[in-house]
């Protein structure tokens, strides 16, 4: 069973940083490429980033270009996305997804970390 | 980035009834995209892909039609346990993105 597990959400000061984690577990995660999305509060999904499965490869959403970074360790089957310069606006729910084949949708997803950016 | 418009953002329905879901591109391309299903507190589920693709172990009541600009998700007998958000998404170009959302509501 497919199972994605998040962490390292919590309460960060506009300007702050964190880091969030994501566990794969019940697939071999060197195989797909891996998604993060994300969700205000009360509001629908936004697509944040994706990352190929050798890491060679990233992509993101422009409103989160040159602060955030998606990375990898398939070693350790896990997933992270480094979340620097936070803004009110980035404050969501972050889901880590598995994508389909070549990075094509997010088939199965964890059940989020929250992050909340308040001073 | 192509925009995804979704309508009607909400629907009401009553069980039994057959529901269509229509979203919207700001460009045409091909079938190169998705439908999910959200219930309040979860995930979202993964129900059609390639526009009108079944994903493995959702009911057939579920069926997605479409391509260039307009797409549709039709429930065929709405059941107590589709009462919930969906969403579209496009996976044509980057970045992917979503329609705003249909929630679908007992009437």
């Known amino acids: 069973e497919v199972q994605l597990v998040e962490s390292g959400g919590g309460l960060v000061q506009p300007g702050g940083s964190l880091r969030l984690s994501c566990a794969a577990s019940?697939?071999?995660?060197?195989?797909?490429?891996m998604s993060w999305v994300r969700q205000a509060p009360g509001k629908g999904l936004e697509w944040v980033a994706n990352?190929?499965?050798?890491?060679?490869?990233?992509n993101y959403v422009d409103s989160v270009k040159g602060r955030f970074t998606i990375s990898r360790d398939n070693a350790k089957n896990s997933v992270y996305l480094q979340m620097d310069s936070l803004r009110a606006e980035d404050t969501a729910v972050y889901y880590c997804?598995?994508?389909?084949?070549?990075?094509?949708?997010?088939?199965?997803w964890g059940q989020g970390t929250l992050v909340t950016v308040s001073s | 980035d192509i925009q995804m418009t979704q309508s009607p953002s909400t629907l009401s329905a009553s069980v039994g009834d057959r529901v269509t879901i229509t979203c919207r591109a700001s460009?045409?391309?091909?079938?190169?995209l998705a439908w999910y299903q959200q219930k309040p507190g979860k995930a979202p589920k993964l129900l059609i892909y390639?526009?009108?693709s079944l994903q493995s172990g959702v009911p057939s009541r579920f069926s997605g039609s479409g391509s260039g600009t307009e797409f549709t998700l039709t429930i065929s007998s709405l059941q107590p346990d589709d009462f919930a958000t969906y969403y579209c998404?496009?996976?044509?170009?980057?970045?992917?993105?979503f329609g705003q959302g249909t929630k679908v509501e007992i009437k």
């Open positions: 998404q496009q996976y044509n170009s980057y970045p992917w993105t």
């Open positions: 460009q045409s391309f091909s079938s190169w």
């Open positions: 019940g697939f071999t995660l060197s195989s797909y490429w």
């Open positions: 390639k526009a009108s």
């Open positions: 990352i190929k499965q050798d890491g060679s490869e990233k």
């Open positions: 997804a598995r994508d389909y084949s070549s990075g094509w949708y997010p088939v199965d």
